[in-house]
């Protein structure tokens, strides 16, 4: 159980990015570890690599990712996905189709495939925009297949750095079986909708030591509504996400039950950052994923073109600003700093001491017309690109910002 | 008096040290790798200029030997691409380009939809796209439709600080690239053609040919 909802987490950190995320191509790995609780079992650990790599060509995105994972009871598991999305000419109404099949391997669980289909129409008004989508899920294990259905609804707006999206869905699945091997408490508790262990009757799973079970999830047939929040901040290389929703059976008699989770990424230098997620998730029956908290902690490196990615410190940014009647670079959000230098295309690359004015540090210099690359530099720190600014990797192992000035 | 001479001081003092600058020879092995790149006909104000960003930048000489050499065969086929009339700036913001990931044959379609407007700034904004990540194919199509559509300088600008802001705020580069050039293709007479490669042969030559 471990690994497979340790993967499924990860599947999830890995997934697809968001339709037009801005790369040409892209690949990242990542390493770290995970802990995950569940209800009448004891707490585990696992190891876990992935890979992930990302293309978009025109209005066509095509991506994989796969997952291995080792767990310290001594499973292991792989995830691997494939994903394409395709979509219509980009207007006001937008629509598009994406479709991901996805192969999941475990110790004494053989290979479940799950086949995943998403048609979405979304309506785009300048900061804020309306979607919805149906999507259809079907997953094989045992030689049994069973299949899923959701409808969903929603719209986002963008406040700032913040991206706020509302979404409410509602989900059909039939019933589903997923087995995997876990350490269990010595007498595991029977819960209804939790882990059971069961016998397996044809295919006896023999136990490899003291306290080790296998372990069944059952799924009945299911259908439940969902209401979900999300927050998305993103700045310089950051990126936090909050998600927090509440479900509730379409039965008479039940009640909503809230699920939230938190995951955040933290650049270091270059190409390098840290990922952290918690989250308190809820069972997800059309992926045969059981209900669960999960913990996480790893470092990702960005490989491929523009993986090459540092950051101006503490978020200096450069503007086109007129002071003294001179259109001026001016450099912001240094507030601390003693001394911030510029040197650019335009000045033959010679640094430049900015003066503070204002409450702001200013190029002593107006700015001619044309196309510009920019680095700064912050109390003799390393010359970076100003956040904000496309940045390319120059030739000489450095990185540069770009500026076109009318 | 002293507002109004102020930005007048700035500007010769930064004219001043970018003449000095200008003035200052290369090395020695720098020179003869610039002279004869000269010499076969490559610009040598955008050349030396990129010596000059190895030198400030701290290079090894044998680097910058490399990065010249290959500066000088891009500046030659940005060139060849957009015109010999083209000015110095637009030529190394051509070359730039191309750095990033466009095609020679990409150059020669947006000199073919500019027509006579400098390239140097729709290059510069190009650039930029290709940095953020938006599609060659995607980006080359939207300058053209601004360049055929007759854009101002400062509506390339416009479009690019657009997809900036957009894909700095967690959002995708590649469609507000696309709302971009729709807000300000509706402000735009329909200029020289569509988007349709064929009907770039309905834009003038470069120099009226």
């Known amino acids: 159980m471990l690994i497979r909802r340790l993967l499924l987490a990860l599947g999830a950190a890995l997934a697809m990015p968001p339709p037009g995320a801005s790369a040409q191509w892209r690949a990242e790995a990542e390493a770290g570890g995970a802990v995950l609780r569940q209800d009448g079992l004891a707490d585990a650990r696992a190891f ?93 294990q045992f030689g049994r297949w069973s299949s899923a259905a959701a409808l969903e609804g929603g719209g986002w707006r963008l406040l700032g750095r913040w991206r706020v999206e509302g979404t409410a869905r509602v989900v059909f699945t039939e019933e589903g079986i997923f087995r995997v091997r876990r350490i269990a408490s010595p007498t595991p508790p029977i819960t209804p909708g939790g882990p059971q262990p069961v016998d397996d009757g044809e295919q006896p799973i023999p136990a490899p030591g003291p306290g080790i079970f296998a372990v069944d999830t059952l799924f009945g047939p299911r259908r439940y509504g969902e209401v979900e929040a999300t927050a998305r901040w993103a700045h310089a290389g950051a990126e936090l996400v909050l998600q927090a929703g509440l479900r509730r059976e379409l039965d008479p008699g039940e009640r909503w039950r809230p699920y939230a989770g938190a995951t955040g990424t933290l650049p270091l230098t270059g190409r390098w950052a840290v990922v952290a997620s918690a989250s308190r998730r809820l069972d997800e029956p059309a992926r045969g994923l059981p209900a669960a908290s999960v913990g996480s902690l790893g470092v990702r490196v960005a490989l491929g073109p523009g993986a090459e990615e540092a950051r101006a410190p503490a978020g200096a940014r450069v503007d086109l600003a007129r002071r003294d009647g001179a259109r001026r670079l001016r450099v912001r959000g240094v507030d601390g700093a003693t001394r911030v230098r510029l040197r650019a295309s335009f000045l033959a690359w010679e640094a430049v001491d900015l003066v503070r004015e204002a409450g702001a540090w200013w190029m002593p210099a107006s700015v001619p017309s044309g196309a510009h690359r920019i680095a700064v530099q912050v109390d003799d720190g390393a010359w970076v690109a100003p956040a904000g600014l496309s940045r390319e990797a120059d030739e000489f192992d450095g990185e540069v910002g770009l500026l076109v000035v009318p | 008096m002293r507002r109004a001479l102020g930005p007048l001081l700035l500007v010769a003092c930064a004219a001043a040290t970018m003449r000095a600058q200008d003035a200052a020879p290369l090395p020695a092995a720098l020179a003869t790798v610039a002279d004869s790149a000269v010499r076969a006909g490559v610009r040598r104000g955008p050349l030396e200029a990129k010596a000059w960003e190895g030198i400030r930048k701290g290079a090894p000489e044998a680097r910058i030997a490399g990065v010249l050499r290959e500066q000088a065969v891009r500046l030659a086929q940005a060139e060849q691409a957009i015109g010999a009339r083209a000015s110095d700036a637009e030529v190394a913001a051509a070359a730039e380009a191309l750095r990033a990931g466009l095609a020679v044959a990409d150059l020669r379609s947006l000199r073919l939809a500019a027509g006579e407007q400098s390239l140097l700034v729709p290059c510069g904004v190009l650039t930029q796209l290709l940095a953020r990540g938006v599609a060659a194919p995607r980006a080359l199509d939207a300058m053209r439709t601004l360049l055929l559509r007759r854009a101002a300088d400062r509506q390339f600008v416009q479009v690019g600080s657009g997809v900036e802001a957009e894909a700095a705020r967690g959002g995708s580069a590649s469609l507000a690239l696309d709302r971009g050039v729709r807000g300000i293709s509706v402000a735009l007479p329909a200029g020289g053609g569509g988007t349709n490669p064929a009907d770039r042969t309905s834009v003038p030559m470069p120099g009226g040919r």
Do not use: H, K, N, Y
Request: hydrophobic letters at 40%.
């Open chain 1, 48 to 140: 876990t690599l992935g890979l992930r790599a990302f293309r978009e060509t025109g209005r066509r995105s095509l991506g994989g990712s796969a997952v291995a994972a080792l767990g310290t009871e001594g499973g292991w598991s792989t995830f691997t996905q494939v994903a394409a999305i395709e979509r219509t000419t980009p207007g006001p109404l937008e629509g598009e189709l994406a479709v991901a099949g996805s192969l999941f391997g475990l110790r004494d669980g053989g290979l479940v495939p799950t086949l995943a289909m998403r048609p979405r129409l979304l309506a785009f008004r300048g900061d804020w925009g309306l979607g919805a989508s149906f999507e259809g899920v079907v997953r094989q």
